[in-house]
């Protein structure tokens, strides 16, 4: 019998609370974590990822690279890089793009839409699926998909 992922479901009243959701994250990164980000434009992803890097010292623009395909971010101790898959109409894409190298070593990947990339992405440690509210606030469901990703939940819980 298969044990049940663990799963963390929180309310983000505003742009700060998703901010600072990224932030909490920034907390338990370690190298090689993979995070995938789920949601509609306009969900916060982008958002997400701005207050992890900003807990992480990274004080510039941080943009979404939707027509990019990857924003890199360089820190002493480690490399990151946050993909956008949108634009893919193929998983083979990703495939043809060469950016599986990045999902093999030591770099922390942070993926948006990773649906479109196919079966060929590697599997996360943590998704996070973010929706809107009837309020204007938004939802965020937590998964853990691997024992790292369980740490990570955990790191970010404190």
Known sequence: MTKAPATL??????????????RR?????SP?????LHGDLGAGKTTLVRGLLR???FEGRVKSPTFSLVEPYEFSSLSLYHFDFYR???PTELRDSG?????????ICIVEWPSKAGPQLPPPDLEIDLSPRDDGGRSAVL?????RGEHWLEQTLR
């Open 9 to 22: 479901t929180l309310t983000l009243a505003d742009e700060s609370d998703t901010l600072d959701l990224g």
């Open 25 to 29: 994250l920034a907390q338990g990164l």
């Open 32 to 36: 090689s974590c993979r995070l995938y």
């Open 55 to 57: 807990a992480l010292g």
């Open 88 to 90: 893919f109409d193929e």
């Open 99 to 107: 950016l599986l190298e990045h999902f093999d070593g030591p770099s």
């Open 143 to 147: 998964v853990a998909r691997s024992n």
